[in-house]
Structure formats: structure tokens, C-alpha cells
């Protein structure tokens, strides 16, 4: 067919396709970020190239184990994988740096390699066995959150997995044979000195130290609730949807004849590339209409503020509700553009009534606009009530009138209409009053009912006819009554729209037998923050599990535990910063920070143990540790923030989404390891103190459980 011409008018692969190659980019340009780090702190290219290897060696592999798992390569795991850059070179960091710094002691690069590899091994298994131990239960959360954190989760663990083997075993080979003495000294960097006179100074005030902390983590969490909540950040993808909802009872023609209006308003506008439309969705009075714009760099207009400036162009159409947005099928969560408020109830006139209350006071407040209630859209109908005592008297049953009434407006049911045969199928044939007379009161009044003595009386003799005006549709939810008022947010989240209606006069006083149930994003924020604490808590007791099985301690990982509040702290202050909100991406990012913000922790104590091994006293080796790890773990927080930097500047596509995680992670990393320098070491010393004073204790009252008592003597026959 010559004649015919296809021509793609809209589709939604595009902005999928962008934020795919987006996550590549952000993926490459973090990878070259962190090992540009690498090379400024270690100065030997051969030691950068060393460590650079660790990330295809580690990346092609989880590749390959995800696709039998059933994975894709979609946005959620090319994102862990991006922000995972930086800790698939952290361990080889660790490993390479640790051996150039024996190697600048006078050592043979071989002979560097194995001590220095065995020296560090400890602290590589424990910081990846606790980002391990965080994300293990964080796959297995249930509901929707749970499919989000699957991906993430697998991604990073196995990502991360493959890089302590990478680190552990081709990283010291390599260097065994690639790396060469420098002529430069290992002197140390300008800053070491002033780091060391602080700490000595934290050290003899470790309580202030805590006081000080306790308060800036104090601090933060009360910084922390003014962070807004959403579950998904609105986006700009260059598409938008509106939805049309003409009055019930209005004909395919009356709607079609808004959505052209709504579509030659939209072609007019110099943002708009096509437009496609849907008419008769679930309803011939519903549509849904599609707006494809220009990139965001060739338009003034947001996609939401140029939705909001549409919507509000047509609210001189009569008799049409249009939104910006299309209602969420399935029940999933929405775009982060609209706000759900629900009631329930048994009794349907109170929640009406509480609904239309709900209603009016929404409209008032600010960042809400086209406020919708479900429960006051109303159809006419009309309304046949029985007389029971004519009824009665005549021999007319409730069921014989509700048949003749069936029949006439709307016809019999299927199973009793007779059928006219087409040969492979069979068409019923339904016969019914024409449109007029329905809408005829007299004509409806003068219906033959059938009696019981086999005679028939009209309607109006058993039953009263008259016009009416019911609900378009009741909704249950747990076999009660709910009535929803929607809302589209402008300018605000929905953590504040729900803050903002939770103080609303009619809703802190709700009548009796009316109660709030949560509804769209808020249920999922709910869902999210439940499964945000037993996640947190199963990962906490699981990353105490794996430091107590790997130090052999039960007070050393208290210690190490204890930058994660301050992890914690620094991810909200820098999301408050940003302007960014607390949502699913925000989680994610605080959850990855529970595992890499203890790496520091983790450099320190090993070192402070092994040193107190080796006979050196406790003073003497936190110095010593801090002079010798506190580059590493400078480098690692350098390189991990460097290949999360992309990401959090909002480089490329889908940066609403990814931007609040990387913003979380990098605030967390900061805070987390400028403070735990100075603060970790004066907690070691506490919990140290303490442990060491339990431990006399208990091995005085235990004392003679070590001692074998003695056998008294046999005497001589």
C-alpha cells in the first residue's frame, strides 16, 4: 500500500535509551575520575594502571553473573554499578598503596607485594564483608521497594564481591612485576602534621570528643526533619500527560470534541513536537493526552510548570476535569507529580460529607492546585422505590419489579437473551425501551409488573419513579467505603503536601466512624521507611556478626561502628544542602554509605591491634596508624567520591532520579571520614578502657574455671 504512510507520533523508548547511555556515561566518567585520584596521591603510573584494572576486572564478571540470575542491564543496576566505581578500586587502592609504601622503605617490589599483602588483608576482607553484610538482607525486602533494592543490591554485591578477589590476588601479582623504585622520597603530605596535632589533641580530650560528636550527630538529625519525603522524585522526560474526565454520562462525541480542543491548544505551543491522544480508556467520558516536548535545553518551561500552565488554560472549558498527569495503572506509585488523600468508613453519608470537608480545606493550601474528589462526582439516575404495602396487597414481589425495570433500561441478562446464529459465533439479541423513552418518567410508570395470581399491574401502582442523583462509582477498601481526594502538587513534594493536609482542622478532628488510611506515594513511603529499619537493623547486626568473626573481638567492632552515625548525619545535611528530598534513590545512597563509611574505622583498628600485637603501646600505635593509614583512606573517600561525582552534579538524563543518591553518598563519605580521623581514635580508647576493665572483672569471677582441680591421692593397699 503505497498510499500509506507510518509515522512514529509518540513513545517512551527514547527517555529510556537516555537514561541508559546516561548511566554509561556517569559509569566511564567516574571510572577515569577515580583513577585520576589515584594517580595524584601516588604519583607512579605503573601503581594507577595497577589499579585501574580492578574495575573491567571486576565489572565483566558481574555481567556475567547477572544475566543467569535472571538481571537486566536497566537503570537501576547500571546505576549501582556507577556509584560502585569508586569501591571497585578501593580495595586494590588499599593493597597498592600499602605496597609502595614498603617498597619506598627499601624493599624489593616482590618482597613488598607479599608482606605488604599480608600485612593488609584483614582490612580488605573486613570493609568489603561489610558493604556485603549491608546489602545481603537489602535484596530481600518485600513489595515494590524490595524490587528496586534486588537490582542494586545484586549489582553491588557481586561488583564488589569480585573486587576484593581482584585485589587480593592480581593486584599484588601485578605489582610484584610491573611496579619499579621511584627516586622521589616519601615525604609526607602538608597536611599530615596539622592532622597529627589534632588528633594528639582529641586524644586528651576524648571525652569532648564524644561530647562534640554526640551533639553534631544530634544536630544533624534534628537538620534531618526538614529534609522533605517523597518516594520518587518528579523528572523532567521531555513527555507530558494530561487527563481528561468529562461529567458521567457524556457521550464518546462530547469527549472527543474536548480532546480535540485540549490537542490544536498543545500543536500551537512551540515546546510541543506531537501529540497523541486516548479516548475511552475505562470510560467513554475518560481520556488520556500525550504531549512530546522539545529537549530541556530548547524550552524556558519545566515539563511540570509547562503541564501546570496548560491546565490552568483550560479551566474555562465547561464541564471538563483535566490534570496534569495520567493516573498510575496497576496501583503503582506515581510520577511524584500528584498527591492522594483517603477516608474510609462505613457509613457513606459522613464520609461524603467528611470528603467534601477534606476538600474545601485542601484548596487552601499552598502547592495544591486541582484538587479532585472521587466522592463528589455524581450522575443522575433515576430512582425506583417500592411500595412494599401495594406490593404486598397485589402480589408484587421486590425481585418482579427489579426485572421489568432491568428489562426495559438496560435489557435481560446474557443468559436469557435469545441468540441469533452467524454460523461460528452467535450474536444475543437485546431488546430494551429506545433512549427517549427511558428518559420518559410516564413512559417508565405505565411498565406491566407481574403478579402473583398471573396478572400484571403497572409500575407507578407498586413503586415510586422520580430523578435522582447517586455516586458515578462506590469504591471499597477493606469492605468498607473510601473516598480519595487527589491533588497535583506545584512547587512541593508529597512528604510536605502530606504534612501540610495532616494539620488541616477537619482532619485532625475526622467524625466518628471516619478514619485516614494511607493512599498513592504516602503508602509507599510508609512501606519504604518500614522496610528502610529492618533492613538497617538486619544489616547492622550482620556487618557486627562479620567484624566480631574477622577481628575476634566483641568490642573492636563497636569502634568501628561508630562512623555510622556520622555517615548518617553528613547524608542528610548534604541532601538539605542540595535541596533534594529523603526518597528511594536518597535510601539506597544511605544504605550504601552504612558499608563504606566504616572502610575508615576498619583501616584504623586493624592497624591499632596489629601494632599493640607487636608490643607497641596503645598511644604509640593509634599515632602510628593514623600517620600510615590516614592516606589510604583519604585516597579511597578521593576515588569513591570522584566516581560519584557525575552523578551527583547531574550530568545527563534521569538526574532526578540518581542525583539525591550520589548527593547522600558523597555528604555521608565527608562527613564520615574528616570526622572519624579525629573521632574514632578517642572511642577506640574508650571502648578499649572498657573492655579491658570487663575483662578483669569477669576473669576474676571466672577464675577458677581455667584451674583443674587437683586429684587427691589414692591410698596403698
Known amino acids: 500500500h503505497p498510499e500509506l504512510t507510518i509515522r512514529q507520533v509518540t513513545a517512551s523508548v527514547e527517555e529510556i535509551e537516555e537514561s541508559y547511555i546516561a548511566s554509561l556515561e556517569a559509569l566511564l566518567l567516574g571510572a577515569v575520575l577515580a583513577v585520576v585520584v589515584v594517580f595524584i596521591f601516588l604519583r607512579d603510573w605503573r601503581a594507577t594502571f595497577i589499579t585501574a584494572t580492578a574495575i573491567p576486572m571486576s565489572l565483566i564478571p558481574t555481567f556475567l553473573v547477572l544475566e543467569p540470575l535472571g538481571q537486566s542491564l536497566n537503570g537501576i543496576s547500571l546505576l549501582a554499578l556507577s556509584l560502585t566505581i569508586g569501591i571497585l578500586v578501593d580495595d586494590a587502592i588499599v593493597e597498592i598503596e600499602n605496597i609502595v609504601r614498603h617498597m619506598r622503605d627499601g624493599k624489593s617490589p616482590y618482597n613488598a607485594s607479599m608482606e605488604a599483602a599480608d600485612e593488609i588483608g584483614l582490612a580488605v576482607v573486613a570493609t568489603t564483608a561489610t558493604i556485603i553484610a549491608v546489602f545481603a538482607p537489602v535484596g530481600a525486602m518485600p513489595g515494590i521497594i524490595g524490587q528496586f533494592f534486588k537490582a542494586f543490591a545484586l549489582a553491588a554485591c557481586i561488583s564488589v564481591a569480585f573486587s576484593l578477589v581482584v585485589a587480593r590476588t592480581l593486584t599484588p ?39 562534640i560528636g554526640t551533639a553534631l550527630f544530634v544536630g544533624c538529625g534534628v537538620l534531618a526533619t526538614r529534609v522533605p519525603f517523597e518516594f520518587l522524585a518528579s523528572g523532567d522526560t521531555g513527555r507530558a500527560g494530561f487527563s481528561v474526565e468529562l461529567p458521567p454520562g457524556a457521550t464518546l462525541a462530547q469527549t472527543d470534541a474536548v480532546v480535540q480542543r485540549i490537542t490544536r491548544d498543545l500543536r500551537a505551543r512551540p515546546e510541543v513536537t506531537s501529540v497523541y491522544a486516548s ?44 490534570g496534569a498527569g495520567v493516573a498510575q495503572q496497576g496501583g503503582g506509585p506515581s510520577d511524584g507529580t500528584s ?70 433500561t438496560i435489557g435481560d441478562v446474557d443468559q436469557n437473551l435469545p441468540k441469533y446464529n452467524l454460523g461460528d459465533r452467535q450474536v444475543p439479541i437485546r431488546l430494551r425501551l429506545t433512549r427517549d423513552a427511558r428518559e420518559d418518567l410516564s413512559v417508565l410508570e405505565t411498565l406491566r409488573v407481574p403478579t402473583a395470581m398471573g396478572t400484571s399491574v403497572p409500575l407507578s401502582a407498586v413503586a415510586d419513579v422520580q430523578f435522582g442523583a447517586g455516586p458515578s462509582q462506590v469504591l471499597r477498601q477493606d469492605r468498607s467505603r473510601v473516598a480519595t481526594i487527589s491533588a497535583e502538587l506545584d512547587g512541593i513534594r508529597s512528604g510536605e503536601a502530606a504534612a501540610a493536609v495532616s494539620k488541616l482542622p477537619t482532619v485532625q478532628n475526622l467524625p466518628a466512624g471516619v478514619r485516614q488510611v494511607p493512599a498513592g506515594d504516602e503508602e509507599f513511603i510508609q512501606e519504604m521507611i518500614t522496610g528502610f529499619a529492618i533492613a538497617f537493623g538486619t544489616g ?47 535510601l539506597i545512597g544511605v544504605l550504601m554509605l552504612m558499608g563504606i563509611a566504616a ?31 590516614a592516606r589510604p583512606i583519604l585516597m579511597t573517600t578521593f576515588a569513591m567520591g570522584a566516581g560519584m561525582l557525575p552523578v551527583a552534579v547531574g550530568w545527563g538524563a534521569d538526574v532526578e532520579f540518581r542525583q539525591p543518591m550520589a548527593i547522600a553518598v558523597v555528604g555521608g563519605l565527608i562527613s564520615s571520614t574528616f570526622l572519624s580521623l579525629l573521632f574514632i581514635p578517642p572511642i577506640f580508647t574508650i571502648i578499649d578502657d572498657v573492655a579491658g576493665f570487663l575483662r578483669r572483672r569477669l576473669g576474676r569471677m571466672f577464675a577458677g574455671q581455667r584451674d583443674v582441680p587437683a586429684q587427691a591421692a589414692t591410698p596403698a593397699e
Open 173 to 211: 601479582l601485578m605489582a610484584a612485576f610491573l611496579l619499579k623504585h621511584q627516586k622521589h622520597e616519601d615525604a609526607d603530605p602538608f597536611w599530615m602534621s596539622g592532622y597529627l596535632k589534632g588528633l594528639g589533641w582529641s586524644l586528651k580530650n576524648r571525652w569532648k570528643v564524644v561530647a
Open 279 to 322: 479516548i475511552g480508556g475505562q470510560d467513554v467520558n475518560q481520556a488520556n493526552v500525550y504531549a512530546d516536548l522539545t529537549d530541556k535545553g530548547e524550552r524556558d518551561l519545566s515539563q511540570q510548570q509547562f503541564a501546570r500552565v496548560m491546565v490552568d488554560s483550560w479551566k474555562p472549558i465547561p464541564g471538563a476535569r483535566i
Open 339 to 408: 498527591y492522594r488523600f483517603a477516608i474510609l468508613s462505613d457509613n457513606g453519608v459522613a464520609l461524603t460529607a467528611a470528603a467534601r470537608a477534606v476538600e474545601a480545606e485542601m484548596r487552601t493550601v499552598p502547592g495544591l492546585a486541582n484538587v479532585v474528589n472521587t466522592a463528589a462526582i455524581a450522575r443522575p439516575e433515576i430512582l425506583v422505590t417500592p411500595r412494599p404495602d401495594q406490593a404486598a396487597l397485589m402480589g408484587v414481589s421486590t425481585s418482579a419489579i427489579s426485572q421489568a425495570v432491568r428489562v426495559a
Open 540 to 586: 547492622i547486626l550482620l556487618m557486627y556478626a562479620v567484624l566480631v568473626l574477622l577481628f575476634k573481638s566483641f568490642a573492636y567492632p563497636v569502634t568501628i561502628m561508630a562512623s555510622l552515625p556520622l555517615a548518617i548525619g553528613g547524608a542528610f545535611v548534604a541532601l538539605m544542602i542540595g535541596g533534594s528530598s529523603f526518597s528511594i534513590s536518597s
Open 599 to 629: 572502610k575508615n574505622s576498619i583501616l584504623l583498628v586493624d592497624y591499632i591491634v596489629m601494632a599493640e600485637k607487636d608490643g607497641m603501646p596503645r598511644l604509640e600505635a593509634i599515632m602510628d596508624a593514623a600517620h600510615k593509614r
